[in-house]
């Protein structure tokens, strides 16, 4: 090839390498997650305030160290001569001294790191050369920048930042407590959980966390501080585990191009998930563990395979033991055990029968157990009720169970959608309450999606941004027209033809409707504002997002400009829906600027 014919090509890995990494990647996506996670940790320890003093200096090094190896491969490949290398180089040099002194002056530097990380996704999506595997390329960029929205979440956020139950480390009570309790005594509570603050939960997620904060603080030597805060790369990991189950969701069912990228996109950057990503309580790993209950259920409704039976029942029995609520995956799923159960007596008669009994017998001596020990051995030891919840007190300022159940679900009045932010009572500077509780909980539920508690006009980081308001308020109806879109095309799909099973459709529809229905129960049982939040149903986002792909997989062809109109609507609204994300989130994040 001579030098004319090489300049022509694209500068970047060869397809070869592409091809592999691609695929290393798709079959092994929560490994490299986890690898990177905790590549990563080291450098931020969970939040800006614990970054190493030499983070920067090895950062340098590797920027430096990538921008020699271009500068070579240009050269070796014959692209630029030795004088036009050197020249390069020196003004590399030059330009990153530049920029560290500049950054080093920031009083945050996480703005810069979200873009840089953004700029690093799009250049390795550049250079990498691949035919057959483009569609998952375009899929990793997707994946790879929401990736580098929820680490610069976390990297801003400080592990009691916009928590939900996790009081402090230090304390007795709250997750944090409980993380440290088993930290400190090696064991798990020994007493009647009903009289401490959220350790009636069950522990996995609790005891896998203490183990993290014992291996960074006693081997590894990180600080008291930063040993807990680092708890948030977990999170982090959890986070993407639930967005990267999704995407493998939709491509059990062979969704490609626009009907694969669209709802990806909505599921990649929904707040929900970015939120998920820096809470450390056990919502977030319970939530990765019912979803991937649902993918491997999916998986074994088409071939029956042992193995992922015995996925579904770890799956199940682990989600459970991080939180009770993760049963609510189990009822879709004995459905369609059921069905299949059924199905295989007509076909194949009693022998068949008999296996799967046996098959389901083994899920039960996994699941049941691994689910239920926790509450099992506190009601033996101390009569806790296995479906103990633990209630607020009506006295509470968002006690909301004066107003009749019925009212607050079917009161639409206007001044709910005055504000895009969820509404708490609150006191003012003369002691007095103004504004009022949350009380529709579908209200509540479209607004908290999108900014959980904690993000309302108040919020200094919204202040920075010009006309945050106004962005806000667009985002909130934005969020609403894709969720209507999402639920119509749901019930719509559900009841027609759409190249889903009677089974499919039911394992989806009975799962999103179990935790709608659940929600309004708890809406009910627990009149309080904080009852009413997403973090609940989030896993309706996917199923949502799942039937908008499945909708534009079945888009007729027959009128090509209908159907390309349509996915052109679809993909801006999807994208604009991840930018105002990006702004939100990036903005929300930034600290008040320090005093002069």
Not at 115 to 140: C, D, P, Q, V
Not at 567 to 580: C, E, P, R, T
């Amino acid at each position: 090839m001579s030098k004319k014919e090489q300049n022509k090509q694209k500068i970047g890995l060869s397809s070869s390498v592409t091809d592999k990494f691609v695929r290393s990647l798709a079959a092994h996506p929560y490994l490299w997650t986890f690898v990177i996670c905790i590549f990563l940790d080291p450098f931020y320890l969970g939040a800006e305030g614990n970054v190493p003093p030499n983070a920067l200096f090895l950062e340098t090094l590797m920027v430096l160290a990538g921008g020699f190896s271009l500068l070579y491969y240009l050269y070796k490949s014959q692209r630029i001569n030795l004088l036009s290398a050197g020249a390069f180089a020196a003004a590399f040099v030059l330009c990153d001294v530049f920029f560290l002194k500049w950054y080093s002056s920031l009083y945050t530097k996480g703005i810069v790191l979200l873009f840089l990380g953004f700029i690093f996704m799009i250049g390795i999506y550049y250079f990498a050369r691949t035919k057959k595997y483009k569609e998952n390329l375009n899929s990793l960029l997707i994946l790879g920048m929401s990736f580098v929205l929820k680490l610069y979440y976390v990297y801003m956020s400080s592990c009691y930042t916009r928590q939900h139950d996790v009081h402090a480390f230090g304390q007795e009570s709250g997750h944090a407590g409980y993380m440290e309790y088993i930290l400190f005594n090696h064991k798990l509570p020994d007493f009647d959980v009903r009289d401490v603050w959220q350790y009636c939960h069950p522990p996995l997620h609790h005891i896998i966390s203490a183990c993290w904060i014992y291996v960074n603080e006693n081997l590894l030597g990180v600080g008291h501080n930063p040993a807990r805060e680092s708890l948030q790369t977990l999170t982090l990991f959890y986070s993407m585990c639930i967005v990267i189950t999704a995407y493998r969701i939709l491509r059990q069912f062979d969704l490609k191009g626009a009907a694969l990228y669209i709802p990806t996109i909505i599921i990649a950057f929904h707040p929900a998930f970015i939120m998920f990503s820096g809470s450390i309580n056990n919502d977030v790993l319970s939530v990765a563990f019912m979803m991937g209950a649902f993918l491997c259920t999916v998986r074994w409704y088409r071939e029956q395979s042992f193995k992922d039976l015995i996925k579904i029942a770890l799956c199940v029995g682990l989600g459970m033991m991080t939180k009770l609520s993760a049963a609510l995956v189990a009822p879709p799923i004995a459905i369609v055990f059921l069905i299949v159960f059924i199905k295989k007596i007509k076909e194949q008669g009693s022998a068949a029968a008999v296996k799967m009994i046996k098959e389901f017998a083994i899920f039960g001596v996994i699941c049941v157990p691994l689910g239920l020990w926790f509450e099992i051995k506190n009601y033996i030891k101390f009569k806790v009720p296995i479906m103990y919840v633990q209630e607020m007190p009506k006295n509470a300022t968002q006690y909301i169970g004066k107003q009749e159940f019925f009212r607050r679900i079917t009161d639409f009045s206007s001044k709910q959608i005055e504000s895009p932010f969820e509404q708490w009572l609150t006191k003012n500077d003369s002691g007095n309450y103004v504004g009022y509780n949350e009380y529709n909980p579908l209200v509540a539920l479209l607004k908290n999606s999108l900014f959980g508690e904690y993000i309302n006009e108040g919020n200094y980081g919204l202040s920075i941004l010009p006309k945050s308001l106004f962005l806000c308020r667009m985002f909130f109806w934005v969020g609403v027209v894709i969720a209507a879109i999402c639920f119509f095309l749901m019930v719509f799909n559900i009841s027609n033809k759409c190249g889903l099973t009677p089974t499919e459709k039911t394992l989806f529809g009975s799962f999103y409707a179990l935790l709608i229905i659940n929600f309004y129960k708890m809406s009910k049982d627990y009149p309080f504002t904080c009852t009413m939040n997403f973090r609940y149903i989030t896993p309706t986002v996917i199923i949502g997002a799942f039937f908008l792909g499945i909708t534009l997989k079945n888009l007729s062809s027959e009128d090509e400009k209908t159907e390309r109109a349509v996915k052109i609507a679809a993909g801006s609204l999807a994208l604009l829906f991840a930018i105002m994300s990006v702004i939100i989130f990036a903005f929300v994040c930034i600290p008040a600027p320090p005093e002069s």
